[in-house]
């Protein structure tokens, strides 16, 4: 039996108090002993302050967020070892807000683009998805640690989830979409070859442009989602808005437009939520978009 088997079958034995207390614990070593993750968190925080968020305005409520996304992102992922707990008889539901959208994007029968920031327990949305009975296909790089990754992959599996990596290419993307399914992608991580320049925040960034190229050669609707975690522990999962390609533009043109609707997507969704977003590299380059890349694709090293 591996560790992380070990780590599904006795978390969701440990009471929820218990569970708070240890994200409690786990976050605070981990922002003390992870300047890297720590930095970056507050290069993105800084940035966002600058362009003016309410609950960003002062070094002090700053330094507050952060130790809130710290333990949100330990809540994330107890909250992840415990899933089998969410499938026990009586268990808490999430709540669905904006479902129509999705709905209405898989009627023309092409699956849907999932596009969706790491926010609240995103690990669980997707595990949700997948027990009500959609299709689903995640890509991933190396999740949690590379040692248990693969772990971590075939748990997923196991749950009627489809996972790729980048270097699998489209084709088992292609083949879902065509089949009605989701393709659900982390639109502000850092695992691709080629982004799209946009503003984030009001500050220069690049956002993979797998998405929209996706969307764009499956004629495939995009659909910008996200997942909360609520007072008292209950989930929130948000279908927020949809967009279609259009095949009148051309490719690059179309690709920048939607792109920039998952920009603007992101941004609603961590502005209203910044304590959840756990994203721990700066999402702005310190010294911008470099001027070449200014136009379109940019490479990326993921």
């Given at each position: 039996?591996?560790?992380?088997?070990?780590?599904?079958?006795?978390?969701?034995?440990?009471?929820?108090?218990v569970?708070?207390?240890?994200?409690?614990?786990?976050?605070?070593?981990?922002?003390?002993?992870?300047?890297?993750?720590?930095?970056?968190?507050?290069?993105?925080?800084?940035?966002?302050?600058?362009?003016?968020?309410?609950?960003?305005?002062?070094?002090?409520?700053?330094?507050?967020?952060?130790?809130?996304?710290?333990?949100?992102?330990?809540?994330?992922f107890?909250?992840?070892?415990?899933?089998?707990?969410?499938?026990?008889?009586?268990?808490?539901?999430?709540?669905?807000?904006?479902?129509?959208?999705?709905?209405?994007?898989?009627?023309?029968?092409?699956?849907?683009?999932?596009?969706?920031?790491?926010?609240?327990?995103?690990?669980l949305?997707?595990?949700?998805?997948a027990?009500?009975?959609?299709?689903?296909?995640?890509?991933?790089?190396?999740?949690?640690?590379?040692?248990?990754?693969?772990?971590?992959?075939?748990?997923?599996?196991?749950?009627?989830?489809?996972?790729?990596?980048?270097?699998?290419?489209?084709?088992?993307?292609?083949?879902?979409?065509k089949?009605?399914?989701?393709?659900?992608?982390?639109?502000?991580?850092d695992?691709?070859?080629?982004?799209?320049?946009?503003?984030?925040?009001?500050?220069?960034?690049?956002?993979?442009?797998?998405?929209?190229?996706?969307?764009?050669?499956?004629?495939?609707?995009i659909?910008?989602?996200?997942?909360?975690?609520?007072?008292?522990?209950?989930?929130?999962?948000?279908?927020?808005?949809?967009?279609?390609?259009?095949?009148?533009?051309?490719?690059?043109?179309?690709?920048?437009?939607?792109?920039?609707?998952?920009?603007?997507?992101?941004?609603?969704?961590?502005?209203?939520?910044?304590?959840?977003?756990c994203?721990?590299?700066?999402?702005?380059?310190?010294?911008?978009?470099?001027?070449?890349?200014?136009?379109?694709?940019?490479?990326?090293?993921?």
């Amino acid at each position: 039996m591996s560790i992380l088997e070990l780590a599904f079958r006795l978390t969701p034995r440990i009471p929820e108090p218990v569970l708070s207390l240890l994200a409690s614990i786990a976050a605070t070593l981990d922002r003390a002993f992870s300047p890297s993750r720590r930095e970056g968190l507050r290069h993105n925080l800084e940035s966002i302050g600058a362009w003016g968020h309410p609950l960003l305005a002062t070094a002090h409520a700053r330094r507050a967020v952060e130790r809130a996304v710290f333990r949100s992102y330990h809540l994330g992922f107890l909250g992840y070892l415990a899933h089998r707990r969410t499938a026990a008889p009586g268990a808490r539901e999430p709540r669905f807000v904006g479902a129509e959208r999705l709905y209405r994007a898989l009627a023309s029968g092409r699956g849907a683009v999932v596009t969706a920031p790491h926010l609240g327990s995103w690990e669980l949305a997707v595990l949700w998805l997948a027990r009500l009975g959609f299709r689903v296909h995640v890509v991933t790089g190396n999740q949690f640690h590379a040692s248990v990754s693969g772990s971590v992959r075939a748990a997923k599996e196991s749950a009627q989830i489809a996972v790729s990596t980048p270097e699998d290419g489209f084709i088992p993307l292609l083949t879902t979409l065509k089949q009605g399914g989701l393709v659900i992608l982390l639109a502000d991580g850092d695992v691709f070859a080629r982004g799209i320049p946009v503003r984030f925040f009001g500050a220069p960034a690049v956002l993979p442009a797998g998405p929209a190229l996706l969307a764009r050669r499956a004629i495939a609707p995009i659909v910008h989602a996200h997942t909360v975690r609520e007072p008292g522990g209950a989930h929130r999962i948000v279908f927020e808005s949809a967009d279609r390609p259009d095949r009148g533009r051309a490719v690059a043109d179309d690709v920048a437009r939607l792109t920039e609707g998952v920009a603007r997507a992101l941004e609603r969704a961590v502005a209203a939520n910044i304590a959840q977003w756990c994203i721990f590299r700066p999402m702005v380059a310190p010294d911008g978009v470099p001027s070449e890349a200014a136009g379109g694709i940019v490479t990326h090293a993921a």
